[in-house]
């Protein structure tokens, strides 16, 4: 160990901390210190104080390169998404920056002396919690069952980093969050391996009369990630009485695994018994209330027990997440972080039951002959059409949109294991499976082969015969158009929007015109980088690792198709609302009442594509003040120039010539089939891996997503150059 | 017709650069050659001009004879790490022009109000007041977001 003054402001044993501050080892380190010079059994253990923290992000220029990342863009203006994303760069930051080599040592140092036996738990202990009064649960790290001191050492930075985690940079403002100034200390412990486990809230939120006890056979992981269905107890806080027992189905318990936790069946003798006796119960029950009274309010503690001895893991005050209102979505949001085992049953779910149901409403409609409808049966068909696309919406918020989370938690891995100079390196290994909208756009190439190798048939199609064009040609058209419809109203844009052949005939004609563009072959380079990848991994750790890349890829693939999905679903609406205009157009009337016919007849401008406003059309800045360059997420990488192509409302991309540049608010479904004739895609929406970084990544274009205002800042004809590997678009001009 | 929210911070950004700032970077060559030269400079209250100082017997003064066209930096930097992303530049491009007696009282007040200290040198005999005709200003915020704004054509 270098010098002992050095590494004390460093490293406090956690029985010589119980007069430190929280501003200098957190309010979890502080709280346990308190705890074992009361003579409650507390894990033994050490504090890495904040002087750690702030001695490594400055030593290692870190700080500016957080700072960069957390200034690229105002806050306020980004997704959850893009939140997600610049906390994967930090994190990442935080994974590879050097540890001031003292520093490494004298963890290294402490781990190897006989009172330290692991395994290990690292835990978060921000200094801004009790400052604030304010302990958010789950906004930091913690890991539990770490086995050397190389996995604590990794388990320190996470916990560092997760101080700029998309949860607390979320709740950035309640939780007192400055970036200048903020730090984290790290409890590292013993892990005491209980049989049973739990939390006790000393006071129940909704009746404060009584306190909530909750125990679990096993690990407290399996309880607090919620995959394991814990038994509940109510208990009145005055006599101690017993108010509710509500016992779980008791299937299975967390265990310890080689690292971290795994999931085991319970053994039957168990299933039956709950986990903690009557006495057992009062005794945890008894030990909450003294430590309510010593930390002097109501408290959230987790405990467990081991051989029969009762150990305090942690301790804090009771809080709640703040509701900000209706419009409030940061708890939905923190509800889309789902453990491993929680996103294998949604998948089954979804791959299972939710797309073949929605597939199979959207065939069952595509085949209603609507112009044999009454008009009374179509505005009841419209009616229920609307209906169906409400509850697929919703089922896409509540169900798909998490499951996209399985990227996310694959990416984490990843970069724990593999520390890639690029944070973004796992999406490579992601998309190698089927995709919707890149068959329908190989199916477009397909016809754009037929017509390059035929001139007659070019001919004709110019000429806008669309008759006799060889029974081949006739054949894919026709497959074409039943499989995804004829994307007249993408194409033709919604004035035009008439169902017919015109406008995908348009377009193939144009992508005959140039050579073709197929999305790139990755597989070879994929297979080198998913065996490096599970190279790493040993055993049945192996198994889990291809498990969750498989999680991952169906996250991916889902996070495409969905869209594509709930575009049919859209789609079959607009398709009644359309027959009625149709109607109205000849006949001047519909029988149905005054608002339904109003609702129908203003149906249509919603069709596909829809534009904030349709005043931003030509909303341009000032003349006076233009972009010269802009800045976004580089999303996807490469770098090409071109003009550009705004895309304000469906008919811009009837205009789209190969080479442009894609510049919209969001790639809707509708969209991508303008992707291989593009030379880039910018977006307003920000992201990663949102639905138009993966089509661009998989054409193997560069992509800059998350640009405030771009599609009024940007003119259609503006010359750019797009640098997808910094997230930089410029803006030719002829002048200086 | 409503300006966006990045355009409309463009113009009150560059006012509280101009006017908070008073040493510049001025850009001049001779025959192609670059050269760059600290300056204290004043602003027009419409923006359009800005002024600086200089003897007659200066590099800067030559080179301007040769060729008048000019860019001018102006930046927020206070030399810490946050400047990276804290700090805003701006560049002038545009033309300069030697004050002229007829106008020199008033362009001599404007930059005097800004630049008491520096009377006695502007009075000088040997002392030019040079204004320079802004035609665009460059806006940089954030690391690298550029914001072009044109004064004049």
Redesign the interface.
């Known amino acids: 160990m270098d010098d002992p003054r050095l590494t004390s402001h460093w490293l406090i044993p956690l029985r010589e901390a119980h007069c430190e501050s929280t501003a200098r080892i957190g309010g979890k380190g502080l709280a346990l210190a308190r705890l074992m010079a009361y003579g409650i059994p507390v894990p033994e253990g050490f504090c890495i104080t904040t002087e750690a923290f702030s001695t490594f992000v400055d030593s290692g220029g870190l700080r500016e390169r957080i700072l960069l990342e957390l200034h690229r863009k105002p806050f306020e203006a980004m997704r959850w998404e893009e939140i997600w994303d610049v906390a994967l760069r930090i994190r990442h930051l935080f994974l590879t920056t050097p540890m001031p080599a003292g520093m490494e040592r004298a963890i290294r140092d402490l781990l190897s002396t006989p009172a330290c036996a692991g395994p290990f738990v690292v835990r978060s202990s921000s200094p801004d919690e009790d400052a604030s009064g304010s302990s958010f649960a789950g906004l930091h790290e913690s890991f539990v069952n770490l086995r050397d001191s190389d996995s604590v050492l990794r388990g320190v930075r996470l916990v560092w980093a997760s101080l700029f985690s998309d949860r607390a940079l979320l709740y950035r403002k309640e939780i007192g969050l400055e970036f200048e100034r903020s730090a984290m200390g790290v409890v590292v412990q013993e892990l005491i391996t209980g049989e049973r486990s739990g939390i006790v809230f000393t006071r129940n939120p909704n009746d404060v009369g009584t306190s909530v006890t909750e125990a679990v056979y096993g690990l407290n992981q399996g309880l607090v990630d919620g995959d394991v269905e814990p038994d509940r107890w109510s208990i009145d806080r005055a006599n101690g009485r017993v108010t509710e027992h509500h016992p779980a189905a008791r299937e299975r318990c967390m265990q310890p695994d080689t690292e971290g936790g795994v999931l085991r069946e319970l053994p039957e003798s168990l299933k039956a018994v709950p986990p903690l006796s009557r006495d057992e119960l009062m005794q945890v029950h008894g030990t909450a209330l003294r430590l309510e009274e010593l930390f002097e309010g109501p408290q959230d503690v987790e405990w467990t027990f081991r051989n029969g001895e009762l150990f305090i893991l942690q301790s804090r005050p009771i809080t709640t997440l703040p509701g900000g209102g209706e419009n409030d979505q940061r708890k939905w949001y923190l509800s889309l972080h789902r453990s491993f085992e929680n996103l294998k049953t949604l998948r089954q779910r979804i791959e299972g039951q939710l797309i073949p149901a929605m597939v199979e409403e959207a065939r069952r409609m595509a085949s209603e002959d609507l112009s044999r409808f009454s008009d009374r049966a179509l505005w009841e068909a419209f009616r229920d059409r609307q209906a169906i696309e409400k509850k697929w919406t919703e089922v896409y918020w509540e169900e798909f949109i998490p499951f996209a989370h399985g990227m996310r938690l694959f990416g984490q891995v990843y970069n724990d294991v593999m520390r890639p100079a690029d944070p973004f390196e796992f999406v490579s290994l992601l998309g190698t499976g089927f995709m919707e909208s890149l068959e329908r756009n190989r199916r477009l190439e397909v016809m754009a082969s037929m017509v390059r190798a035929d001139e007659r048939l070019k001919e004709r199609l110019r000429l806008g015969e669309h008759t006799s064009l060889g029974a081949a040609f006739e054949r894919e058209l026709q497959g074409f158009i039943s499989a995804f419809g004829d994307l007249s109203c993408p194409i033709t844009g919604i004035v035009q929007c008439t169902q017919g052949p015109e406008g995908l005939i348009r377009l193939v004609l144009e992508m005959a015109d140039h050579p073709p563009n197929v999305p790139q072959q990755q597989a070879h380079d994929q297979t080198g980088l998913k065996n490096r990848f599970l190279e790493r991994f040993q055993g049945n750790e192996r198994v889990r690792a291809e498990e969750l890349l498989n999680l991952a890829r169906a996250s991916y693939r889902l996070r495409d198709d969905d869209n594509i999905h709930l575009g049919r679903i859209e789609a079959q609406k607009f398709a009644a609302a359309l027959e009625a205009q149709r109607r109205y157009g000849i006949r001047g009337r519909l029988d149905v009442d005054e608002s339904a016919r109003d609702e129908l007849l203003r149906t249509f401008p919603e069709a596909g594509f829809n534009p904030k406003t349709p005043a931003d059309r030509g909303a341009s800045p000032q003349a006076e003040i233009r972009a010269r360059q802009l800045i976004g997420q580089p999303a996807g990488p490469g770098i090409a120039s071109g003009p550009t192509r705004v895309i304000l409302s469906l008919e811009d991309l009837r205009d789209f010539r190969r080479g442009e540049v894609l510049v919209c608010d969001a790639v809707e479904p509708n969209m991508t089939f303008v992707a291989p004739l593009a030379a880039a895609v910018i977006e307003r929406r920000g992201g990663m891996l949102i639905h138009g970084a993966i089509i661009a990544r998989e054409y193997g274009l560069p992509c800059v997503t998350g640009v405030p205002d771009v599609t009024q800042r940007l003119r259609t004809g503006d010359n750019v150059t797009v640098d997808g590997y910094l997230g930089i678009i410029t803006v030719k001009t002829a002048e200086l | 017709?409503?300006?966006?929210?990045?355009?409309q911070t463009?113009?009150s950004d560059v006012e509280v650069l101009l006017t908070q700032q008073s040493l510049a970077v001025l850009s001049t060559h001779h025959e192609g050659q670059p050269y760059a030269s600290l300056v204290a400079f004043a602003v027009s209250d419409d923006l359009r001009v800005m002024l600086f100082a200089t003897s007659r017997s200066t590099r800067k003064y030559a080179n301007l004879a040769g060729d008048s066209r000019v860019?001018m930096l102006v930046d927020s930097r206070s030399h810490r790490?946050?400047d990276?992303?804290?700090a805003m530049a701006v560049t002038a491009?545009g033309v300069a022009q030697e004050a002229v007696e007829a106008e020199l009282f008033s362009w001599r007040s404007i930059y005097l109000e800004r630049h008491p200290h520096l009377e006695s040198f502007v009075s000088a005999p040997s002392c030019a007041l040079v204004k320079v005709l802004v035609h665009r200003y460059?806006l940089?915020r954030?690391?690298?977001?550029?914001?072009?704004?044109?004064?004049r054509a």
């Open positions: 017709m409503p300006l966006i929210q990045n355009d463009v113009v860019a790490a946050e990276i992303h804290e491009v460059l940089v954030r690391f690298q977001e550029v914001s072009e704004w044109t004064i």
